[in-house]
Protein backbone atom coordinates (compact mmCIF):
# COMPACT_ATOMS: atom_id res chain seq x y z
CA UNK A 1 0.00 0.00 0.00
CA UNK A 2 1.53 2.76 -0.79
CA UNK A 3 -0.39 5.47 1.08
CA UNK A 4 1.13 4.07 4.27
CA UNK A 5 1.87 5.74 6.41
CA UNK A 6 -0.74 7.53 6.33
CA UNK A 7 -1.50 10.29 9.00
CA UNK A 8 -5.03 11.35 9.76
CA UNK A 9 -7.13 13.36 12.03
CA UNK A 10 -10.42 14.51 13.48
CA UNK A 11 -12.89 14.97 16.12
CA UNK A 12 -13.99 11.38 18.14
CA UNK A 13 -17.44 10.83 17.15
CA UNK A 14 -20.65 8.93 18.40
CA UNK A 15 -20.78 5.71 16.78
CA UNK A 16 -23.36 3.10 15.85
CA UNK A 17 -24.03 1.55 19.24
CA UNK A 18 -22.37 -1.49 18.32
CA UNK A 19 -21.68 -1.75 21.85
CA UNK A 20 -17.67 -2.51 20.95
CA UNK A 21 -17.31 -1.22 24.85
CA UNK A 22 -19.17 -3.67 26.03
CA UNK A 23 -17.38 -6.12 24.47
CA UNK A 24 -14.16 -4.22 25.89
CA UNK A 25 -12.97 -3.54 22.71
CA UNK A 26 -14.16 0.10 22.47
CA UNK A 27 -13.25 2.13 19.13
CA UNK A 28 -13.32 5.93 18.88
CA UNK A 29 -15.12 7.08 15.42
CA UNK A 30 -14.31 9.59 12.77
CA UNK A 31 -16.62 11.46 11.18
CA UNK A 32 -17.35 11.14 7.41
CA UNK A 33 -15.01 14.09 6.56
CA UNK A 34 -12.09 12.11 7.87
CA UNK A 35 -13.16 9.10 5.94
CA UNK A 36 -13.54 10.82 2.75
CA UNK A 37 -10.05 11.83 2.60
CA UNK A 38 -9.10 8.05 2.77
CA UNK A 39 -6.63 7.55 -0.44
CA UNK A 40 -8.22 4.80 -2.55
CA UNK A 41 -5.40 2.05 -1.88
CA UNK A 42 -6.02 2.07 1.97
CA UNK A 43 -8.98 -0.69 1.46
CA UNK A 44 -10.99 -1.86 4.22
CA UNK A 45 -9.22 -4.39 6.77
CA UNK A 46 -7.32 -4.30 10.11
CA UNK A 47 -4.11 -1.93 10.44
CA UNK A 48 -2.36 -1.09 13.33
CA UNK A 49 0.01 1.82 14.52
CA UNK A 50 0.08 5.27 16.56
CA UNK A 51 -2.71 7.20 18.42
CA UNK A 52 -3.07 10.06 20.80
CA UNK A 53 -5.88 11.72 22.22
CA UNK A 54 -5.78 15.23 21.96
CA UNK A 55 -2.24 16.57 22.94
CA UNK A 56 -1.64 12.99 25.45
CA UNK A 57 0.35 10.54 25.40
CA UNK A 58 1.28 8.23 21.84
CA UNK A 59 -0.04 4.93 21.74
CA UNK A 60 -0.60 1.72 19.96
CA UNK A 61 -3.36 1.51 18.21
CA UNK A 62 -5.28 -1.18 15.65
CA UNK A 63 -7.42 0.25 13.40
CA UNK A 64 -10.45 -1.33 11.73
CA UNK A 65 -11.63 0.40 8.01
CA UNK A 66 -14.97 -1.00 7.72
CA UNK A 67 -18.23 -0.49 5.55
CA UNK A 68 -20.51 1.87 6.65
CA UNK A 69 -24.16 0.65 7.48
CA UNK A 70 -25.33 4.15 7.32
CA UNK A 71 -24.91 4.42 3.84
CA UNK A 72 -25.99 0.48 2.85
CA UNK A 73 -22.44 -0.52 2.77
CA UNK A 74 -21.28 2.00 -0.21
CA UNK A 75 -18.74 4.36 2.15
CA UNK A 76 -15.90 3.30 4.34
CA UNK A 77 -15.96 4.01 8.55
CA UNK A 78 -12.63 4.36 9.99
CA UNK A 79 -12.78 3.11 13.76
CA UNK A 80 -9.64 2.63 16.62
CA UNK A 81 -9.31 1.03 19.56
CA UNK A 82 -6.38 2.99 21.21
CA UNK A 83 -3.99 -0.01 22.95
CA UNK A 84 -4.62 1.93 26.25
CA UNK A 85 -7.32 2.31 29.16
CA UNK A 86 -8.38 5.67 29.66
CA UNK A 87 -9.80 6.93 32.91
CA UNK A 88 -13.05 8.54 30.68
CA UNK A 89 -14.03 8.52 27.33
CA UNK A 90 -13.07 11.21 25.14
CA UNK A 91 -15.77 11.97 22.94
CA UNK A 92 -15.46 15.18 20.85
CA UNK A 93 -11.75 15.07 21.40
CA UNK A 94 -9.06 15.12 18.55
CA UNK A 95 -7.95 11.83 17.73
CA UNK A 96 -4.73 11.65 15.61
CA UNK A 97 -2.97 8.79 14.10
CA UNK A 98 -0.92 7.35 11.97
CA UNK A 99 -1.70 4.13 10.03
CA UNK A 100 2.01 2.08 9.87
CA UNK A 101 0.66 -0.89 8.23
CA UNK A 102 -2.12 -3.86 7.52
CA UNK A 103 -3.11 -6.71 9.50
CA UNK A 104 -6.11 -8.50 7.97
CA UNK A 105 -8.63 -8.59 5.86
CA UNK A 106 -12.22 -7.90 7.26
CA UNK A 107 -13.98 -11.41 8.46
CA UNK A 108 -17.27 -12.63 9.92
CA UNK A 109 -17.09 -14.51 12.83
CA UNK A 110 -19.83 -17.11 13.87
CA UNK A 111 -20.04 -16.45 17.69
CA UNK A 112 -19.29 -13.17 19.62
CA UNK A 113 -15.78 -14.79 21.34
CA UNK A 114 -14.30 -15.91 17.99
CA UNK A 115 -15.00 -12.06 17.28
CA UNK A 116 -13.11 -11.08 20.14
CA UNK A 117 -10.60 -13.77 20.13
CA UNK A 118 -9.63 -12.19 16.74
CA UNK A 119 -9.19 -8.63 17.71
CA UNK A 120 -6.92 -9.50 20.49
CA UNK A 121 -4.69 -11.39 18.16
CA UNK A 122 -4.96 -8.06 15.62
CA UNK A 123 -3.99 -5.99 19.33
CA UNK A 124 -0.95 -8.42 19.99
CA UNK A 125 0.70 -8.74 16.65
CA UNK A 126 0.37 -4.75 16.99
CA UNK A 127 1.84 -4.51 20.54
CA UNK A 128 4.85 -6.67 18.86
CA UNK A 129 5.22 -5.20 15.55
CA UNK A 130 5.17 -1.54 16.40
CA UNK A 131 8.26 -2.14 18.44
CA UNK A 132 10.62 -2.52 14.78
CA UNK A 133 12.56 0.49 15.09
CA UNK A 134 11.22 1.89 12.00
CA UNK A 135 7.45 1.62 13.42
CA UNK A 136 8.65 3.17 16.60
CA UNK A 137 10.47 6.19 14.71
CA UNK A 138 6.51 7.20 13.44
CA UNK A 139 5.77 7.11 17.11
CA UNK A 140 7.99 10.47 17.86
CA UNK A 141 7.02 12.21 14.36
CA UNK A 142 6.16 16.02 14.49
CA UNK A 143 2.66 15.22 13.29
CA UNK A 144 1.81 14.14 17.18
CA UNK A 145 3.33 16.94 19.06
CA UNK A 146 1.74 19.57 16.83
CA UNK A 147 -1.60 18.42 17.48
CA UNK A 148 -3.45 21.09 18.95
CA UNK A 149 -0.82 23.83 18.11
CA UNK A 150 -2.09 26.56 15.89
CA UNK A 151 -0.21 25.68 12.60
CA UNK A 152 -1.68 22.15 12.71
CA UNK A 153 -4.06 22.83 9.59
CA UNK A 154 -0.58 23.95 7.55
CA UNK A 155 1.40 21.95 5.73
CA UNK A 156 4.24 19.97 7.52
CA UNK A 157 7.53 21.51 7.53
CA UNK A 158 10.06 19.93 6.37
CA UNK A 159 11.19 18.58 10.19
CA UNK A 160 8.35 15.80 9.72
CA UNK A 161 9.56 12.19 9.17
CA UNK A 162 7.65 11.74 6.30
CA UNK A 163 4.54 12.95 4.12
CA UNK A 164 1.72 14.40 6.43
CA UNK A 165 -1.39 14.73 5.21
CA UNK A 166 -4.20 16.42 7.09
CA UNK A 167 -8.10 15.69 7.38
CA UNK A 168 -10.51 16.79 9.19
CA UNK A 169 -9.21 19.11 11.65
P1 LIG B 1 -19.31 4.21 19.83
O1 LIG B 1 -20.31 3.31 19.14
O2 LIG B 1 -19.90 5.54 20.24
O3 LIG B 1 -18.06 4.35 19.03
P2 LIG B 1 -17.84 2.39 21.59
O4 LIG B 1 -18.48 1.34 22.45
O5 LIG B 1 -17.11 1.90 20.37
O6 LIG B 1 -18.97 3.45 21.22
O7 LIG B 1 -16.86 3.25 22.51
C1 LIG B 1 -16.03 4.22 21.91
C2 LIG B 1 -15.68 5.35 22.84
O8 LIG B 1 -15.04 4.87 24.02
C3 LIG B 1 -14.68 6.31 22.21
O9 LIG B 1 -15.33 7.30 21.42
C4 LIG B 1 -13.96 6.91 23.42
O10 LIG B 1 -14.63 8.07 23.86
C5 LIG B 1 -14.08 5.81 24.48
N1 LIG B 1 -12.84 5.06 24.74
C6 LIG B 1 -12.37 4.77 25.99
N2 LIG B 1 -11.23 4.05 25.93
C7 LIG B 1 -10.95 3.88 24.61
C8 LIG B 1 -9.88 3.22 23.91
N3 LIG B 1 -8.87 2.60 24.57
N4 LIG B 1 -9.89 3.23 22.55
C9 LIG B 1 -10.90 3.85 21.89
N5 LIG B 1 -11.95 4.48 22.48
C10 LIG B 1 -11.98 4.52 23.84
MG1 LIG C 1 -16.97 2.68 18.21
Not at 89 to 97: A, C, R, T
Not at 101 to 118: C, F, K, Q, V
Request: proline fraction near 6%; aromatic fraction near 10%.
Amino acid sequence: MKSLPYFSRGEVIRGFGRGSKELGIPTANFPDSVVDNLPADIGTGIYYGWACVGNGDVYKMVMSIGWNPYYKNTKKSMETHVIHTFKEDFYGEILSVVLVGYIRPERTYNSLEALIAAINNDIEEAKMTLELPEHLKLKDDNFFTSALSPSSALPPTSASTSQTILNGH
